[in-house]
């Protein structure tokens, strides 16, 4: 691609410091988004996934906090702006879609307020625009007489027609960057599909760049354009979402595939990967996954953690599988 | 083999009414909740049935129902021939109970967090005043752990290993039916596959009988002999699992199958489904499912199809065929 | 309780001091404090027949003569010099104040005993079985609530006192105080411990308890019960202060503490009829013994809430 990134992390470092320590739930994760991709955050819970979302659009909770490393919104430093500075920018340039869509509305407020009041504080129009602009933003999501709809209150609406709310509300300010913060997970599987397919239409039609965390590889399957996997706060794979899912890299990603029972189909056993994922008070020398990994070394577990720029892009593993994940055929 | 779990036209009504006082002051109806509807399946011995379906289903309500946490409304479920909500023996009562486990999806809220885990996994059998000694640690390394975890708090483990302390509190009566209800949707996909793979090992090894209840298509897929799809508290579909996934026959279970992720289905763009489950206070009439239906004719709407049975499938639909 | 046995471990005691709740004390420099100021009070009141330096209810050793000594001055008539002074009848005021705290302190303790038990039991009952049994239990608890608690103190205070013969009423009197202080402040513990265990009682090792044939008041006791604790110790120490202060104020009134038996409330009402008079010290002290004491217990129990919450952690 040659227009410049929506989004670019570089080197990013979260730190919380604790009275045992100072924990890295994000440590080190690049990456880019351009205008119109999806691209798809995974790992298991605890792998940093979400904190990165919230390190990017600044809403890390303290005492965690961005140590080192830059997030640049169109090529614009903003890791470092300060409280009101960034709150504009997170309305007006990056919007956010949480798991549950009560929590990110106001139970008090119509719908119809919402949408307005952050139109009218983010573009320079007048209320009645700001209202047309509400109606017209419910309508592109889905909601069936929005002009109607406009003045019920959330508790009004069932869960996915919620979501959708919250989608609204997080594009009514036309942002060029969406985070989505497993916007699926709490909606029946009938609901999830429209969700994804209103995600998908979205992004394509506006151009918007979605960062979309979930923990369901199937979810990713479908709408990312690009995968990121994550584990134990770094970023163990990255690239084409066809190319992680069937030819992975990293012998993480290529478990991570094959325990799901999907990929199994028939009544043998699942592959497994042995253990857990560490806790980050207690993480291993060398790369994060090598006491779990069937194929470590030596070099795996002594030398620093392999990093995506150190082993070629795509896999951050000293050895990563060359072939099909399905022969597993090492080199 | 003979059926080990037999349920009769189960129904189970919930009352959501407000308050008495609030009833009179609004001038509201009572609000009653049908949350299983004339349920009737039976599980055989030694083998997995799944209990599919989405929220509101009614697939929790059945597994309450049928360890006894929940009474049922109407119709009845016979475990070895025992009726329980209406057996008068308190010797045949116990034991039965003994005889049927469950296993919760939250591991983090099904183990107390102030007992330690050897009580914990005794319990059991320490309410019944059998003999603990041992007990815990020999189940403990059943289910993957060790011995020396006996003696410490739920909190100093992780989620998939409280779900195998969970799994070793449900041997431990040395049941010969579990019911799992939604076991692994709390847990991460390399842990889940751990915990699935424990619980096929320990089927084989005690002859277990599985009721197995999720709203995950791919791991009932992996897990049952034979699933039954539920839809606003009635049973739609019943069938093998290689029937049901390889010829679903309701609309529903269609849908259900088109709208689950699928990980070989990069971009796909497919008509995601039509509307969102109905309020399970004033479901539709007639079939329940005609709202959302694509094939639903005017006779759906008026009459609730009754099950049929077509080849190895049961299923509740005029169309189907 | 054989399924609860524990077993010592050597390292148990460095476990403790690192564990969070050692070290959310340690590092917080209000609750160290404030947890010192108590242990000295209660240790004072405790051995203040070994520490006073007078015992002001033994007329033996009063002499009249020393009344009025101002604090850390020697007597005009006798020579004598009291650390706080003395009040109208010589008695030392030091004296009287480690004497008062332990009357208070007892009657605190004791009232916060009675009202846990009493609150814990029947807050368990009304969110554990629910029904009619909860309806009765809250709608009481309700009803208690729309009169102030030192209203509803007094009022059983003065039933107590009309029932009792009149030679035992002197005797009879800090008993009476702890049962009308007990009941008035049961509601709390009632209403917090029902809402938890209706919490408790969904999640699923209640559930887990309830399939395998747990009888009721087993899981109550031993899977409920050490569940909703927590919040029920923050209660009992903020609870404790409030109690301290309702039995002075009690004693205030004139219908708590009987003058032979003087806690901090009736030492609060001896000395205010002195305070324009110029003999400040014989209010000052107690109050501000008072004032001690209960901001101590106070600040404590603040502690206590956020070192217990897990979401503060």
């Known amino acids: 691609m040659t227009e410049s990134p929506v989004l670019s992390v570089r080197d990013l470092v979260v730190e919380i410091p604790t009275r045992h320590g100072i924990l890295r739930p994000v440590d080190g994760v690049s990456y880019d988004i351009h205008a119109g991709e999806i691209l798809g955050v995974v790992g298991e819970s605890g792998a940093g996934k979400s904190m990165t979302g919230n390190a990017v659009i600044g809403l890390l909770d303290p005492p965690a906090r961005i140590a080192s490393g830059a997030v640049l919104l169109s090529g614009q430093p903003i890791h470092a702006l300060n409280g009101e500075t960034l709150r504009r920018l997170r309305g007006k340039r990056m919007g956010m879609i949480f798991q549950d869509p009560l929590t990110s509305l106001n139970p008090l407020l119509t719908i119809g307020d919402q949408l307005a009041e952050t139109i009218l504080e983010h573009l320079d129009v007048a209320p009645s625009e700001a209202r047309r602009r509400a109606i017209a933003a419910l309508e592109e999501v889905g909601i069936p007489a929005a002009a109607q709809r406009i003045g019920s209150y959330p508790h009004e609406f069932s869960g996915g027609m919620r979501q959708r709310v919250v989608i609204a509300l997080a594009l009514c300010a036309e942002p060029d960057l969406i985070i989505a913060d497993e916007p699926t997970t709490a909606l029946d599987v009938s609901v999830q599909a429209q969700i994804i397919a209103l995600l998908k239409r979205l992004c394509r039609d506006r151009g918007v760049a979605v960062m979309l965390v979930t923990h369901d590889m199937g979810v990713i399957a479908e709408a990312a354009d690009r995968v990121a996997v994550m584990y134990a706060g770094r970023l163990a794979e990255l690239g084409p979402v066809r190319e992680v899912i069937t030819q992975a890299r990293h012998p993480y990603t290529a478990g991570l595939m094959a325990s799901t029972p999907l990929a199994s189909q028939g009544r043998m056993r699942l592959r497994q990967i042995p253990g857990a994922m560490p806790g980050l008070d207690a993480l291993p020398a060398g790369c994060a996954f090598s006491p779990r990994c069937e194929y470590a070394q030596d070099r795996c577990r002594q030398d620093p953690g392999p990093t995506l720029s150190a082993c070629g892009g795509r896999a951050a593993c000293w050895f990563p599988l060359v072939t099909d994940t399905k022969q597993e055929v090492r080199a | 083999m003979s059926a080990i779990i037999k349920v009769d036209r189960l129904t189970r009504i919930f009352d959501v009414s407000k308050p008495w006082l609030n009833r009179v002051i609004e001038r509201l109806p009572r609000a009653l909740l049908t949350a299983v509807s004339e349920v009737s399946f039976e599980v055989e011995e030694n083998s997995v049935y799944a209990l599919v379906g989405e929220s509101g289903s009614g697939k929790s309500t059945i597994g309450k129902i049928i360890v006894g946490l929940v009474s049922p409304s109407g119709g009845k479920v016979e475990i070895e021939g025992v009726d329980l909500a209406s057996e008068k023996d308190p010797g045949r009562i116990d034991s039965v109970r003994a005889d049927i486990q469950m296993i919760f999806q939250d591991p983090y809220a099904s183990l107390n967090p102030r007992w330690r885990v050897r009580n914990i996994i005794a319990e059991p059998v320490a309410a019944r005043g059998g003999n603990t000694e041992g007990l815990a640690e020999r189940l403990l390394e059943q289910v993957g752990l060790s011995a020396a975890d006996a003696g410490k708090y739920p909190h100093e483990f992780s989620g998939g290993q409280r779900q195998r302390i969970c799994i070793a509190r449900a041997l431990s009566s040395e049941p010969k039916i579990i019911v799992c209800d939604e076991p692994t949707s709390a847990l991460d996909v390399s842990v889940q596959s751990q915990v699935l793979n424990l619980m096929s090992d320990l089927r084989e090894e005690f002859g277990l009988t599985y009721l197995f209840i999720s709203h995950d298509l791919t791991v009932v897929r992996h897990m049952a002999d034979k699933v039954g799809v539920l839809y606003l508290g009635r049973l739609v579909e019943e069938a093998p699992r290689d029937a049901l996934f390889g010829d679903p026959k309701h609309p529903y279970t269609r849908m259900l199958f088109d709208a689950a992720p699928r990980m070989d289905a990069f971009g796909r763009d497919i008509e995601p489904p039509r509307g969102e489950i109905p309020d399970a206070i004033n479901p539709p009439s007639g079939c329940a499912f005609h709202p959302r239906c694509p094939l639903a004719v005017a006779r759906c709407s008026r009459e609730r199809p009754e099950m049929r049975q077509l080849g190895q499938t049961r299923v509740a639909c005029h169309l189907a065929e | ?313």
């Not at chain 3, 009481?140 to 103190?153: C, E, K, S």
């Open chain 3, 1 to 313: 309780m054989a399924e609860l046995s524990t077993e010592a471990s050597p390292s148990r005691l460095r476990q403790a001091w690192n564990s969070d709740f050692i070290w959310s004390f340690r590092h917080s420099p209000v609750a160290v404090v404030s947890f010192f100021i108590v242990l000295l009070m209660m240790l004072g009141a405790l051995f203040a027949p070994l520490i006073a330096p007078h015992n002001p209810f033994n007329p033996a050793t009063l002499n009249l003569m020393n009344g009025f000594t101002p604090p850390g001055q020697a007597n005009q008539f006798t020579g004598e010099s009291f650390l706080l002074g003395t009040d109208d009848q010589g008695r030392d005021v030091f004296s009287t104040i480690l004497y008062g705290m332990r009357i208070s302190l007892f009657v605190g303790l004791s009232a916060v005993l009675l009202a846990m038990v009493l609150g814990v039991t029947l807050g368990l009952m009304a969110g554990y079985v629910g029904g009619w049994t909860e309806t009765i239990i809250m709608r009481i608890a309700d009803v208690q609530l729309t009169f102030p608690a030192i209203l509803v103190a007094m009022l059983i205070f003065g039933i107590a006192k009309g029932i009792t013969p009149p030679e035992y009423r002197n005797e009879m009197a800090i008993w009476v105080l702890i049962l009308a202080i007990g009941l008035s402040d049961w509601v709390q513990f009632a209403r917090v411990v029902r809402g938890a265990t209706l919490v408790e009682k969904n999640k699923e090792y209640v559930q887990a308890a309830r399939l395998i044939g747990r009888k009721r008041y087993t899981i109550m006791l031993r899977h409920i019960l050490p569940n909703v604790l927590n919040p029920v110790l923050v209660i009992a120490t903020i609870s404790l202060a409030l109690a301290i202060i309702a039995e002075a104020t009690l004693s205030f009134l004139g219908v708590g503490a009987p003058p032979t038996k003087p806690s901090l409330g009736t030492l609060i009402r001896i000395g205010q009829e002195f305070m324009f008079s110029g003999e400040w010290w014989i209010l000052f002290f107690p109050a501000m013994t008072l004032l001690a004491l209960a901001l101590s217990i106070n600040l404590l129990g603040d502690w206590l809430r956020d070192a217990l919450n897990p979401r503060l952690r």
